[in-house]
């Protein structure tokens, strides 16, 4: 990994935004990579890192530990305050930007998302105006060969504009002339839009669309578009994700599922993979299990692993796709026998009470506080639940997507409270937006995406939630003693932030981003003055 830090930024770069550091008088302890956490023995003699970096604002889920970080061989080896630098190959002066851990989505459809068809406008969330809709949709259709379709497939819908109503197809017309635009909102009763380009494509494939823009048959439109796909669409769409994820401060994500994993393991074997994939995957039966053991989770007929990509476990549907059905004991049980990580789609108090019930069962033999297990979803869970998932080691993690509704949601507060191992996760797409901080805005505010109080009661700090969103979401990946948090000894994940967390008004929360996003110790994403150099 030493090589791939010292590649991650060009001499122009680094001329642009860096300055020397020669001779500083000030140790630097090396970490024990190999602890994962633990920093150097007081003593140890100094060393020159990678890189450091000066003048920002670390903060992790205890507030603000540090001013200064340096990073060698990719991990973070020492933090310090103003005064206290120590000498390193490269200094980076971040302007007092406060800079957060790389943000980890603890249950995201990434893959899914990656494989879209058309090209992605990704941020129709943080549109709050029909121009604001219409500047986001001008701004992708800019970077988009002329005639190809822009889509953006769930993930909003037109609640969240002030004038409470579907853009038009002429306004879709007025923000990408030249282009073919689909758009589709998650709830609201928003539907599927598209423009006059876009009923041009339908109308030849047999799919109704109105004088406004509405598509009669959603699901009919997205297979059409998905037959105009190749593969190397559906790859171009995955690197444009991992961009965008990273744009956001996303460095690790949990992604259920089995169909187009093959797409981010191609780009890790290619060395463009740009984001920790933690992969799980479903299992209908016993047997099924033990054909995945015995391939050692291989895809392509290739074992996989490593930091970057690496099989987390089993979920998000055990036993089929009822949740309730007769076969997730048994097919949770195998899971058990052979010591992995297991997490279930569980939304309803029942479907709480059956899983946490075959967790207690199971672990009368095979003990699950080492496995990490998880109940995902968690709608509505009670104490008493939360309080036995805890009292068996296995943790519970909620997701975000009632942002995108005008009901409650899940209840941060209690689950927080409770003390159980808890992480978040977007659920993302095509049911909500991968957007961590619409969600971060959701925890904090009780708001949903048109700003009406729906979930209060359940908010929970700043701190909180940035901890459920970073070292508690790795908890459930076995990754908390390597990411999560500013502690000497782990990968140096951590996104420069386009304003302060901690200070910035709960309105502007869903706009911050990263100008600045490191994997490792890897630039993977930069703007403003850290943008690409030409």
């Known amino acids: 990994m030493a090589e791939d830090s010292a590649r991650a930024w060009t001499r122009r770069e680094w001329l642009a935004t860096t300055t020397a550091a020669v001779g500083v008088p000030v140790a630097c302890p090396r970490a024990a990579h190999a602890a994962g956490g633990q920093a150097a023995t007081a003593g140890a003699q100094p060393v020159t890192s990678d890189l450091l970096l000066v003048n920002g604002r670390f903060v992790d889920h205890r507030g603000v530990v540090a001013s200064a970080l340096a990073v060698d061989n990719g991990r973070i080896v020492w933090l310090g305050q103003a005064g206290e630098t120590t000498a390193a190959d490269r200094v980076l002066d971040l302007g007092g930007r406060t800079v957060i ?31 604001a809709l219409q500047e986001t949709l001008a701004a992708r259709a800019a970077g988009v060969p002329s005639g190809a379709f822009i889509t953006c497939i769930g993930g909003w819908n037109h609640t969240q504009f002030v004038e409470r109503r579907p853009p038009t197809s002429a306004e879709l017309d007025d923000a990408a002339p030249d282009h073919a635009v689909y758009l589709s909102g998650t709830g609201g009763g928003t539907g599927a839009l598209t423009n006059s380009r876009g ?81 799980t995957f479903p299992a209908d039966s016993p047997e099924e299990v033990e054909a995945r053991v015995a391939n050692n989770f291989a895809q392509d007929g290739r074992a996989v692993g490593d930091d970057l990509f690496r099989v987390a476990g089993f979920g998000e549907r055990i036993g089929g796709r009822d949740p309730m059905g007769e076969g997730f004991e048994r097919t949770a049980r195998a899971i058990a026998r052979h010591g992995w990580l297991l997490q279930q789609h569980s939304i309803s108090p029942q479907e709480n009470a059956f899983h946490l019930a075959a967790f207690q069962r199971i672990s009368a033999e095979y003990p699950l506080r080492d496995l990490r297990w998880s109940i995902i979803h968690l709608q509505q869970i009670d104490e008493p639940t939360l309080r036995a998932l805890d009292a068996l080691g296995a943790g519970a993690s909620a997701q975000t997507w009632t942002y995108l509704s005008d009901r409650g949601g899940p209840p941060f507060r209690r689950i927080v409270d409770s003390g159980v191992p808890a992480a978040v996760g977007t659920d993302s797409t095509n049911v909500s937006a991968l957007d961590p901080w619409a969600s971060l805005f959701y925890m904090t505010t009780g708001r949903n995406l048109a700003g009406e109080l729906t979930n209060d009661g359940q908010q929970i700090s700043r701190l909180e939630a940035l901890r459920l969103y970073t070292l508690g979401a790795a908890w459930f990946a076995f990754d908390d003693h390597h990411v999560g948090s500013f502690d000497a000894g782990k990968h140096a994940d951590l996104a420069v932030l386009s304003d302060d967390y901690l200070s910035v008004p709960e309105a502007r929360l869903r706009s911050l981003e990263s100008v600045l996003t490191l994997v490792g110790g890897r630039r993977v994403w930069g703007s403003g003055p850290f943008a690409v150099a030409p």
Not at 115 to 129: D, I, K, L, T, W
Not at 220 to 233: I, M, P
Not at 244 to 267: C, E, F, K, S
């Open 101 to 131: 851990p790389g943000l980890f989505d603890g249950h995201v459809h990434y893959t899914r998302a990656g494989v879209n068809p058309g090209y992605e406008a990704r941020r129709v969330e943080r549109a709050y105006s029909i121009a």
């Open 199 to 279: 009923r041009a494509f339908f109308a030849g494939r047999g799919i109704d669309v109105d004088d406004a823009g509405r598509v009669g048959n959603a699901n009919a439109a997205v297979a059409a578009l998905r037959e105009a796909q190749t593969s190397g669409d559906r790859l171009r769409g995955t690197a444009d994700l991992n961009a965008h994820a990273n744009g956001l401060g996303l460095t690790g994500v949990i992604n259920p599922g089995v169909d187009d994993q093959d797409l981010p393991l191609r780009l890790w074997r290619e060395d463009r993979l740009t984001i920790r994939m933690r992969p």
